[in-house]
C-alpha cells in the first residue's frame, strides 16, 4: 500500500524564524517520485518540487531546502527565514512507478505571523 | 501559468439531482484528473484519465462518473448528489503519468 503522512497539522511560526514540514511516506516499489505542493490562501495549488527514487541529492531554491532520506522514508521541506507570504497549506505527495494516481497526505496548515 | 479551466466556480444543487463539473485545458497534455479536497483528507483521487475514452477510477469513485471525449476536456458528473459530496474539486493536468500535475482554481460544490 502507499502512503504519505504528513503528522504536522498545523504549525505556527513568527516571520524570519526557520521552520521544517515532516513528510514521511510508504511505497514497496524501487521507483517512485515524490513532490511538495503549495496552496496558499488564495486556493489554487502551486508545483513547488519533484524529486525521483534514486535521486537523494538535496536541493536548495531560495529560502526552500528539501531533504530527501531514502533509509527514513522522509522527504522533509524547510523553509528558511520565513515569511507571512509563505502562510499556506503545503501538500507532500507520491507517485509509484506504473504512474497515474498520487497520493497526497493531509497537508500542513502553516502560519507566519509578522 | 498552465491553461487549465474550471468550470463552474462555484455551485449549490438539491439533493438527487445530477451535476457535471467541466474541465478544460490548452496544453495538449495526456493525463487529466479530478480530486476533491475536504479538511484532513488532503486531496483524494476520484477518476483520471490517460488518453480520450481512457479513464479509470481513483480512490474515491463511488457516485461519480467522468468522460473525456476530446483531449481537452474531462467532465465529472455526480449522477445523483449528496450532502457527503459537498466538497471542493480540482481538476489537474500532467503530460506524464510521473510529472507533476498543474492545478486549475477549484469548484466549489455545496449540496443542500
Known amino acids: 500500500a502507499q502512503k504519505v503522512t504528513q503528522a504536522q497539522t498545523e504549525i505556527s511560526v513568527v516571520e524570519k524564524e526557520d521552520v521544517t514540514l515532516d513528510c514521511v511516506y510508504e511505497?514497496?516499489?524501487?521507483?517512485?517520485?515524490l513532490f511538495w505542493y503549495k496552496q496558499p490562501p488564495s486556493g489554487e495549488l502551486v508545483f513547488l518540487i519533484r524529486?525521483?527514487?534514486?535521486?537523494?541529492q538535496n536541493e536548495i531554491s531560495g529560502r526552500y531546502s528539501w531533504n530527501f532520506q531514502k533509509s527514513t522514508s522522509s522527504f522533509n521541506f524547510t523553509i528558511t527565514a520565513s515569511q507571512v507570504v509563505d502562510s499556506a497549506v503545503y501538500f507532500c505527495?507520491?507517485?509509484?512507478?506504473?504512474?497515474?494516481?498520487?497520493?497526497f497526505g493531509a497537508g500542513t496548515r502553516l502560519f507566519v505571523k509578522a | 501559468d498552465a491553461g487549465i479551466t474550471q468550470s463552474p466556480r462555484h455551485k449549490v444543487t438539491e439533493t438527487g439531482t445530477p451535476v457535471t463539473l467541466r474541465c478544460h485545458q490548452t496544453?495538449?497534455?495526456?493525463?487529466m484528473y479530478w480530486y476533491r479536497q475536504d479538511p484532513g483528507h488532503g486531496l483524494r483521487l476520484i477518476h483520471y484519465?490517460?488518453?480520450?475514452?481512457?479513464?479509470d477510477k481513483g480512490e474515491v469513485s463511488d457516485g461519480y462518473s467522468v468522460s473525456r471525449s476530446k483531449t481537452e476536456d474531462f467532465l465529472l458528473t455526480l449522477e445523483s448528489a449528496t450532502s457527503s459530496q459537498t466538497s471542493v474539486y480540482f481538476c489537474?493536468?500532467?503530460?506524464?503519468?510521473?510529472?507533476?500535475?498543474?492545478f486549475g482554481q477549484g469548484t466549489r460544490l455545496t449540496v443542500v
Open positions: 505527495a507520491l507517485i509509484s512507478s506504473g504512474g497515474f494516481k498520487t497520493i
Open positions: 524529486r525521483n527514487s534514486f535521486d537523494e
Open positions: 496544453e495538449n497534455h495526456r493525463y
Open positions: 484519465s490517460y488518453g480520450v475514452k481512457d479513464t
Open positions: 489537474a493536468i500532467s503530460d506524464s503519468g510521473n510529472t507533476e500535475a498543474f
Open positions: 511505497t514497496r516499489d524501487t521507483t517512485y517520485y
